[in-house]
Every structure is written in C-alpha cells, then in structure tokens.
DNA sequence: TTCGAGGCTTGTGTATACACACCTCTCGGC
DNA sequence: GCCGAGAGGTGTGTATACACAAGCCTCGAA
C-alpha cells in the first residue's frame, strides 16, 4: 500500500475515532514523522482530509481537524435527509425486494443483538451498514453513492456524540426496518418518507443528549466536499426542519 | 498565488471547457512542463481533480479526465435533483423574500436578454448563477452548499452537450422565475416541485439533443467527490425518474 | 510601561533527485 | 511460429533540500 494511503487512513481513522480532536493542528512535519512518511504523502494525505471535510485548511495555521458542533450537526443532517431520502426512494424504484424483505426482517431481529457481550454494538451497527450497503448497491448511482460514502465519514464522526443507548438503538432497528420493508415493497414515497422520520429521530436524539458541545463558537466552518475558492459561511445556522 | 492553485485551475477550466477531452492522460510530467510548475504542485492539481471527480486515477495509467456520457448525465441529475430541491425548499423557508421576488422579475424579463448580440448568452447564464448564489446564501448549510458548488462543476462541463437554443433558454428562465416566485412567497413544497419540473425539463432537452455521445461505451467512471478505494460500477444506469 | 520595529524561528510551498513498479519490446527456446 | 522470460524504458511514489512567508519574541525608544 502507498504512503500517502496508509497516512490518509492512519488520520481519516484517528479523526473520526476522536483521537485528533477537533481543533488539532496537523502540522506537516510533526504528522510525517509520527506516520512515519515523509511530507510528501503526508501532504496527499491532507488534502484528502480537507477534501473529505474532516479537516480545513486554515491560513498560516496549516490544517486542523474540522470542527463539529451542534450547530453544523442540523446542517449535515439537512444534507443527509436529501440524499438518503432519494437514495431509499429510488432503492425503492430500482432495489431487489427480496434482498430488502430479509434485510427488514434481520432488522425487526435486531434487538437480540444488543445484548451486554457487545458494548461496541459491532453487531447492530454492521447490520445497519448492511442497509446502507444494499441501497448503494440499488440506487445504481455512481455519483449519488460517492456522496453518501463521503456523508457517512462524517456521521461516523458524529456517532461519538450521540451516546445511543440500547433503548435508541432498538427504536433505530424499528426505523431502519421500516424503511427497508418500504423499499422492499417498491413504495419509494414510504421509503423516503420513513427514512425522514429516522433521521428525525436520529437528530432529535443527539440534541437531547448533547447539550453542550466543546468550542461551540469558534467555528473553523465545516466541508463535506472539495471547495476551490469557497467562502466559509460564519453565520450560525437555523434550526433544521424535517418535513 | 500558489502554483498548486494556478495549475488546478488551469486544468480544471480545460476540463470544464472541453479543451482537455474525456479520457484524456493527464501524466504528471508532460502537464507539469505545460503548465510551468514543478511535479508537487501539480501532483496536488491532480488530487483535487479527482477529488471533485473532473479527473480519475486509474491504476498504472495515472489520473485520466473522466467521461461523461448520457448514461452518467441520469445520474447526475438525480443527485442533483436530490440536492437542488432540497435547496431551493430550504431557502423558501429561509430566504429573503424580496431579493427572490426581485429575482423572479428579472428571470420574467431575461427573454430580452437572449439577443443574437450574446452569442455566448452570458448575461443569462449570469442571471442563472445569481439564483444559484442567492439559494446559497439562503439556505444557510455550508454542507449543501459545498455539494452543490461540486456538482455545478459538473453541470457546467455538461453544458456543452446541451446545446441550449434561445427556446429552451426561454423556457428555462420561466422555470428559473417560477422557482424564484415560490421561494419569495415562503412556499417550500412549491419550490421543490418547481425545481423538479425544471430539472426534469432540462435533462430531457439534452437527452433529446444528444442522442449520441462520444465513447459511450468505455465508461471510466464519473465521480463527485473523493472515493478512497471505492468500486467504480460499470454497470448501465437506468432512467431517471423524476416525481 | 507600552508600542513598534526588526530579526529569528517555524512551517508551508516548491523543486528536484532517486527508487521502484509496471509496461513493452525483443530475443531465445520449445 | 508462438509463447515466455528478461531487459530496458517510462512514469509514478517518495524523500529531501531550499526558498519564502508569517508569526513571535525581544530589544530599544518614546
């Protein structure tokens, strides 16, 4: 494997598992030599990262580790709820029914698995990537795929601060049952319909239980794609509203 | 301005101005001499090409501009429509009502604007991008927004199969002026649907132009956004559904 | 004591050299 | 005549050296 790959992985999984916090410099010389790469890979590495959104190029400061916040969470899931609404709508035109029916029923299953031997909830959470890896595989969307990959590095970012409980976690099989039995029954409007109302609830959940975030004002703005020349929006965002 | 810069921009306006055509071998060396910057800057060009899914890395043969072809364009559009009424139901929440009503007025009038003295119909393309930056600005979600600018890269690289005549350029700017006037009376469900019709109405204009397109066949792979090592499926994309 | 200027230090931006992998062409053997 | 192996060449991957810009600390003057 290359380098620079290795480097990138090495930071994509140190950023999202929250061993770089948010608000890290990664400095090119300092990262190289942890990594064990020259600056060069290292260099290829970030910019992926800033590509990716997981972390942004600051002036003079270099790179840091892209900030999360409440805030920017309403604004992911803005994006989140289009895409994956008509990612589950034209799962629902397009998807193998038979593969969804299973997947709803192993879902409906689902809180067998959440059981005390699997704090990780490794095994729930491998089921749930299942869905997500069938609608990919449905949607027969280059372009669509891509950017929900990309949204999902950031939502499993995100799932550090979500501290579900086993309560939430069986509510969330429901949900994701729901929208699988949808796509399984070829009704798209259901599908994008129960994947709004999970994503709802995802929300809503986060926010009960995350108050407070660290840094809510120092916002080093956010990016979920590559941004040329792009200005970076300070202004604090609304309320999202689902519906 | 930083080299890195100067040759992405180079390269990307070649890419999205047909001067470097689909399926063409970027190789580091030969671009680095014709854009007189050294090998690492341009290395970085290229990442941030194939980031934005304008170039592909493809193995042994390094990083190719990547195709478009009819099939691709479905897709695109159906992210786009994902994206777009997203948007435009997120700044009919949000927006200022007056500079979308002004707006509107103006994409009423833009008929006028397509003389035979615009050859190149700047000033409504101009006029159309003012939308798309008043939405930005509305919708107040770097996220989206950031997807969106992505995917207008895209768009404006597919524009050059469309073809647009000064009817279908009428026809859009009513469009455009009917999204803008659902935006300024605050009518979300109203500005999705608006923006569907156009979309819908703009992709089968240029299906209907472009029957044929070259190398349809040898599918490199489109891509919007950084895919680490990801699949690139060559399967045929079925048609687009719109509603 | 405070403000400003200048030098130092740190880090990024760029160029270049080197190593290695893959592709290809050719030659030899079957 | 064809297939396979080896050598050469092309091009990417990586390392490193150098230049420059920005930030900071310090020293001096008001």
């Given at each position: ?64 580790v892209s900030d999360v916040s409440l805030a920017h969470l309403g ?116 599908a994008a319909a129960a994947t709004a109302v999970h994503l709802n ?43």
């Amino acid at each position: 494997m290359k380098a620079s790959d290795r480097a990138y992985a090495s930071l994509r999984d140190d950023i999202v598992e929250w061993r770089l916090a948010p608000g890290t410099v990664l400095g090119e010389v300092e990262q190289a030599e942890r990594l064990g790469v020259s600056r060069t890979p290292l260099r290829e590495a970030l910019a992926r990262l800033t590509a990716e959104g997981l972390a942004t190029a600051q002036r003079g400061r270099g790179v840091v580790v892209s900030d999360v916040s409440l805030a920017h969470l309403g604004e992911l899931f803005e994006l989140r709820e289009a895409l994956e609404c008509k990612a589950a709508s034209l799962a629902a035109q397009r998807g193998d029914r038979a593969r969804f029916a299973a997947l709803r029923d192993r879902l409906l299953a689902a809180p067998a698995l959440l059981t005390d031997e699997d704090p990780q909830r490794s095994e729930y959470y491998a089921l749930a990537a299942e869905l997500d890896s069938a609608v990919d595989g449905a949607i027969a969307n280059t372009y669509l795929s891509q950017s929900l990959e990309g949204l999902r590095v950031h939502l499993a970012r995100v799932r550090r601060l979500a501290k579900d409980d086993a309560a939430r976690l069986r509510q969330a099989a429901a949900e994701h049952a729901a929208i699988a039995g949808a796509i399984a029954e070829g009704n798209a409007p259901l599908a994008a319909a129960a994947t709004a109302v999970h994503l709802n609830n995802s929300l809503n959940h986060i926010k009960s239980v995350q108050i407070h975030l660290p840094r809510p004002e120092d916002s080093t703005g956010p990016a979920v794609r590559t941004v040329p020349t792009h200005s970076t929006r300070p202004s604090a965002p609304r309320e999202a509203s689902h519906g």
